[in-house]
T-cell receptor
Framework: GNSVTQMEGPVTLSEEAFLTINCTYTATGYPSLFWYVQYPGEGLQLLLKATKADDKGSNKGFEATYRKETTSFHLEKGSVQVSDSAVYFCALRKGGGADGLTFGKGTHLIIQP | NAGVTQTPKFQVLKTGQSMTLQCAQDMNHNSMYWYRQDPGMGLRLIYYSASEGTTDKGEVPNGYNVSRLNKREFSLRLESAAPSQTSVYFC??????????????FGQGTRLTVV
C-alpha cells in the first residue's frame, strides 16, 4: 500500500536558519505529492504540491522537488522565521483516485528568535 | 469564502453516547473525506465519498458511519462512543480529476473527548 515517512520532531531552529524536512514515500504508479502546514488550533492548509517527477513546488519561500529516483519530496526553506513555527505534513495522492490523501505523521517545527 | 465548515468545534461525550459531526463545503467539490488526527499518528482516513450518492471505507472505519446528504454535506456519526475515539476530526473536500493532482481543502476540525 501507499505510505509516507517523514522526519519526526520536534525540530528546533533559530530564526534565519536553513530548513530541511525530509519526506520519502512508497506508492505504485505516479502519485501527486503535497506539503500541508497546520498552525496551532487550526486545520491543514496546502503549502505546495508537485504532480510529476522533477516538478518543483514552491510557496512562501518553501520549496520541494519531486524526486522519483529517490522517492522523495523534501521540504526546504532558506531562512526561517518565527511565524513558520507549525506542524508540517507530507502527503501523497494516487493518480486517478478520489480516495483521499495518505499522510506522514507530521513534523513539529519550532523557530526560536 | 467559507470553504469547509465543521460543527461543532468541541464536544465531550460519555462512553456509549452517540453524536453526529456535521460538515459542509461551498466549493462545489465532488469528493469529501473524514480524517482523524491523533498524536504521533498523522491523519488517518475514516471514510470518504468520491461523489454524491457514494461512500467508501478508509483506513480506520470501525465505530463510524457516514452519510453524504447531498453534494455539499457529509456527516460522520458515532453510534456508541468509546474513549479510543477521542481525537481531532477533520473534514475535507476536493475536486475529483483523473490525475489525482488536486489538493484537499480542510475544515477547522472538531475536538472530541470521550470520557
Amino acid at each position: 500500500g501507499n505510505s509516507v515517512t517523514q522526519m519526526e520532531g520536534p525540530v528546533t531552529l533559530s530564526e534565519e536558519a536553513f530548513l530541511t524536512i525530509n519526506c520519502t514515500y512508497t506508492a505504485t504508479g505516479y502519485p501527486s505529492l503535497f506539503w500541508y502546514v497546520q498552525y496551532p488550533g487550526e486545520g491543514l492548509q496546502l503549502l505546495l504540491k508537485a504532480t510529476k517527477a522533477d516538478d518543483k513546488g514552491s510557496n512562501k519561500g518553501f520549496e520541494a522537488t519531486y524526486r522519483k529516483e529517490t522517492t522523495s519530496f523534501h521540504l526546504e526553506k532558506g531562512s526561517v522565521q518565527v511565524s513558520d513555527s507549525a506542524v508540517y505534513f507530507c502527503a501523497l495522492r494516487k493518480g486517478g483516485g478520489a480516495d483521499g490523501l495518505t499522510f506522514g505523521k507530521g513534523t513539529h517545527l519550532i523557530i526560536q528568535p | 469564502n467559507a470553504g469547509v465548515t465543521q460543527t461543532p468545534k468541541f464536544q465531550v461525550l460519555k462512553t456509549g453516547q452517540s453524536m453526529t459531526l456535521q460538515c459542509a463545503q461551498d466549493m462545489n467539490h465532488n469528493s469529501m473525506y473524514w480524517y482523524r488526527q491523533d498524536p504521533g499518528m498523522g491523519l488517518r482516513l475514516i471514510y470518504y465519498s468520491a461523489s454524491e450518492g457514494t461512500t467508501d471505507k478508509g483506513e480506520v472505519p470501525n465505530g463510524y458511519n457516514v452519510s453524504r446528504l447531498n453534494k455539499r454535506e457529509f456527516s460522520l456519526r458515532l453510534e456508541s462512543a468509546a474513549p479510543s475515539q477521542t481525537s481531532v476530526y477533520f473534514c475535507a473536500s476536493s475536486v475529483s480529476t483523473g490525475t489525482g493532482g488536486t489538493e484537499a481543502f480542510f475544515g477547522q476540525g472538531t475536538r472530541l473527548t470521550v470520557v
